[in-house]
């Protein structure tokens, strides 16, 4: 008897999840939510996507464990959001579509999935395996991109990262985490992180200025003894200088004393003798 697929479907997303796919769905949402802070594009998780009603789909819902909306949902609204129905206004499909896959889940994520997201209107899906403790898993990231007609399988890079251009990010897996990075492969980060960098850069920036206050302080410090020293080396020059002038001109006062004794003596013995 062959399965139904709504139902099998919707069975899946109520399963419980593991820590590590927890954690990976808090991890990518955060990020998202920051890269996304200004234009406030709706970044969630396992949000139940309902298809619109014109058109003959497979499925009768599906909620990704990660997506992107790149429309503006005031946080008001979003707390009201029990799903996402696509016959409402302003209600288009995510742009990218993450499923973080479970041994439960993994052969769907594959083989079913990427053909639903197409259906859908999603422009790429990506699936992790954040825990690879089941057969059959060669590779934890796997995405493909989605085009007017036809769709492509996304070419991983010799890390192993795949790159999203709605997202204009690499995709990559560190052991169970999904990062994002930028094109250079620079870490994106989330608010909290992004705060504790800034905090750190403030902090060093404040301790590198703190360092060349300290040095030019000591090297005023150190001209201004310096200086001190040679006014010393002056004053005690000037002090000597005028020692030695004082001397000069009481010996030469005494030369001139004894000059004049000896001309007195000289004048008597003159007129003595006259």
Not at 185 to 192: D, I, S
Not at 205 to 213: D, G, N, W, Y
């Given at each position: 008897?062959s399965l ?8 899946e ?8 796919q ?10 998202l939510k ?10 969630t ?10 058109k003959?789909?497979?499925f ?15 946080p008001g609204e979003?707390?009201?959001l ?5 016959d ?8 990218v579509?993450?499923e ?11 083989e079913?999935k990427?053909a ?13 395996a ?23 399988v ?5 890390r192993?990262?795949?790159?999203s ?8 897996m560190?052991g169970?985490e999904?990062?994002l990075?930028d ?19 403030l902090?060093s ?9 300290e ?10 003894k310096?200086?001190?020293e ?5 004053r005690a020059?000037?002090r ?11 010996a ?23």
């Open positions: 008897m139904n697929v709504a139902t099998e479907l919707y069975i997303e109520d399963m419980p999840e593991s820590q590590a927890i954690n990976v769905v808090d991890d990518a949402k955060s990020v920051y890269m996304y802070r200004l234009e406030k594009w709706f970044c998780g396992n949000l139940e996507i309902i298809p619109p009603s014109d003959v789909y497979p009768k819902n599906i909620a990704p464990d990660v997506a992107v909306f790149k429309v503006v949902v005031p979003q707390v009201q029990s799903s996402w129905n696509m409402e206004p302003g209600r288009p499909a995510p742009v579509a993450i973080i896959g479970s041994k439960a889940t993994w052969k769907d994520d594959l079913r990427p639903f997201y197409r259906l859908l209107g999603v422009k790429e899906y990506f699936v992790c954040p825990q690879r403790l089941w057969r059959g898993v060669n590779t934890p990231l796997l995405g493909w991109r989605y085009g007017p007609t036809a769709s492509e996304i070419v991983p890079n010799e192993g990262w795949l790159w251009n709605e997202l204009d990010s690499w995709l990559g560190d169970a999904l990062h990075y094109r250079e492969g620079n870490l994106r980060l989330n608010g909290e992180q992004a705060e504790a960098e800034t905090r750190q850069l902090e920036q404040a301790e590198t200025a703190r360092r060349l206050a040095a030019q302080i000591k090297k005023v410090q150190e001209a201004a310096k200086a001190q040679a006014t010393k080396k002056a020059k000037t000597q200088t005028a020692a030695q002038v004082k001397k000069e001109a009481q030469r006062s005494e030369a001139e004393q004894k000059l004049a004794e000896l001309q007195r003596e000289l004048d008597r013995y003159k007129k003595l003798n006259g």
